[in-house]
């Protein structure tokens, strides 16, 4: 049972594949609602496997594309080329002309604010982004009133680059992805009390709670 709140949106699926579709549609919708209210929008993309297959969903979408900004939830320090670079892959299976950001220090996260869709991912500790329960600094991460957090968390192979809560507060349209039986189980374990930093995904659950949308699929 979710237990979170009350003001979430948990949609269930029967499969992945439905999950990704319906996903895709929500996005596409939302986004052409931005156009149409002010001729600019904002897609904040997570990376991972979980959403591929929405962004090749997403991607035929006859919407204006040239007029979005495509921008990676987090991104690793590794080379563009890389197939662990989170832009990078967004744009591969996106395939869209739309304007996409890299995330590190110099972006101009403000210029791209506020925020219309947002999609995040959920790792099997709880993290999202690259907001993690292991980083020595997720504390401060997770309260910071900066826009992008660095995170040097010793477990993982590279550095990274996420962005923080603050950043989310004036987003429009926020929704969390995950697939499986045993993320279902972190989920709910991360929708009991207990503090952020144990389940960095309790900010998505807790204080962005009445514009989030959970999608899940065993």
């Given at each position: 049972m979710v237990t979170a709140t009350s003001?979430?949106?948990?949609?269930?699926?029967?499969?992945?594949?439905?999950?990704?579709?319906?996903?895709?549609g929500m996005i596409a919708g939302a986004?052409?609602?931005?156009?149409?209210?002010?001729?600019?929008?904002?897609?904040?993309?997570?990376?991972?496997?979980?959403?591929?297959?929405?962004?090749?969903?997403?991607?035929?979408?006859?919407?204006?594309?040239?007029?979005?900004?495509?921008?990676?939830?987090?991104?690793?320090?590794?080379?563009k080329d890389s197939p662990r670079h989170?832009?990078?892959?967004?744009?591969?299976?996106?395939?869209?002309?739309?304007?996409?950001?890299?995330?590190?220090?110099?972006?101009?996260?403000?210029?791209?604010?506020?925020?219309?869709?947002?999609?995040?991912?959920?790792?099997?500790?709880?993290?999202?982004?690259?907001?993690?329960?292991?980083?020595?600094?997720?504390?401060?991460?997770?309260?910071?009133?900066?826009?992008?957090?660095?995170?040097?968390?010793?477990?993982?192979?590279?550095?990274?680059?996420?962005?923080?809560?603050?950043?989310?507060?004036?987003?429009?349209?926020?929704?969390?992805?995950?697939?499986?039986?045993?993320?279902?189980?972190?989920?709910?374990?991360?929708?009991?009390?207990?503090?952020?930093?144990?389940?960095?995904?309790?900010?998505?659950?807790?204080?962005?709670?009445?514009?989030?949308?959970?999608?899940?699929?065993?």
């Open positions: 003001t979430m949106q948990f949609h269930e699926f029967g499969s992945r594949s439905e999950a990704s579709l319906a996903l895709a986004l052409g609602d931005a156009l149409r209210a002010r001729s600019r929008a904002t897609f904040v993309a997570s990376g991972g496997g979980s959403p591929q297959e929405t962004y090749e969903h997403l991607g035929r979408n006859a919407i204006d594309w040239r007029s979005i900004s495509v921008l990676p939830s987090d991104e690793r320090f590794v080379p989170n832009l990078g892959m967004i744009r591969k299976t996106l395939k869209v002309p739309a304007t996409y950001s890299e995330l590190n220090s110099e972006t101009d996260i403000d210029s791209l604010c506020p925020f219309d869709v947002a999609l995040f991912g959920m790792g099997d500790d709880g993290h999202t982004a690259s907001l993690f329960p292991d980083d020595p600094d997720i504390d401060a991460a997770l309260g910071s009133k900066a826009n992008t957090h660095q995170a040097h968390v010793p477990s993982l192979p590279e550095a990274r680059i996420s962005l923080t809560p603050g950043a989310l507060h004036g987003a429009g349209v926020l929704c969390l992805l995950m697939f499986g039986a045993h993320k279902r189980m972190v989920f709910e374990a991360a929708c009991e009390p207990g503090a952020a930093r144990e389940y960095p995904v309790r900010i998505l659950l807790r204080e962005l709670a009445a514009r989030l949308h959970v999608f899940w699929a065993a």
